[in-house]
């Protein structure tokens, strides 16, 4: 069994997780409109991974016996104003969950739900991953901004990005590397 602030706590955090998977479609759509497709399979990958991260919580509420709710996503962003400013959103949103991760974290430990601590380190460090990821861009764009070549030479960079997991309902992809 979970403890239901433990589940209220993990049913926020499916919450977070779609609205990331959401945000990171939004910018998968701003960025195919400005002729920008590499950054767009970045965001693309993202996106998926994200509701991986979404099913993470889903199955592990599921698999202690316990209720999933799922809840109204907020309104985003449809569009930015440079391809600048939506890494830099990226970096917030991210800075963002790993606040969320951590308030789970020291949920879990007040209400000793040892049987948590697995899935939230995983979360920890994929954390460290996401951050470092999209504040690497958005500190290289800013190096770049006024550069239409620097722009596109970092949009094919960005399009190599390998995902290699399948379907998010597969619970075997759960176990890719970030
Ligand atoms: Fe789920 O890590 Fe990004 O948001």
Redesign the pocket.
């Known amino acids: 069994m979970i403890e239901k602030k433990i589940r209220d706590a993990m049913n926020d955090q499916i919450k977070h997780?779609l609205e990331?998977f959401y945000i990171y479609l939004s910018m998968v759509a701003y960025f195919h409109k400005q002729g920008l497709d590499g950054m767009a399979h970045w965001m693309r990958c993202q996106a998926h991974e994200?509701m991986i991260?979404a099913m993470k919580f889903f199955d592990h509420i599921i698999d202690r016996g316990s209720t999933v709710i799922l809840q109204d996503l907020k309104q985003i962003k449809t569009t930015w104003k440079t391809p600048l400013e939506a890494w830099q959103d990226a970096y917030e949103?991210?800075k963002f969950?790993t606040g969320k991760i951590n308030n789970l974290t020291k949920i879990s430990r007040e209400e000793n739900d040892y049987t948590s601590e697995p899935i939230l380190s995983w979360f920890l460090n994929?954390?460290i991953e996401?951050e470092k990821n999209t504040e690497k861009v958005a500190r290289e764009l800013a190096l770049v901004e006024k550069s239409k070549q620097g722009i596109l030479m970092l949009d094919r960079e960005l399009a190599a990005r390998v995902f290699v997991a399948g379907s998010s309902f597969d619970p075997t992809a759960y176990n890719v590397a970030p």
């Open positions: 997780e990331s994200e991260h949103h991210e969950i994929e954390q996401e």
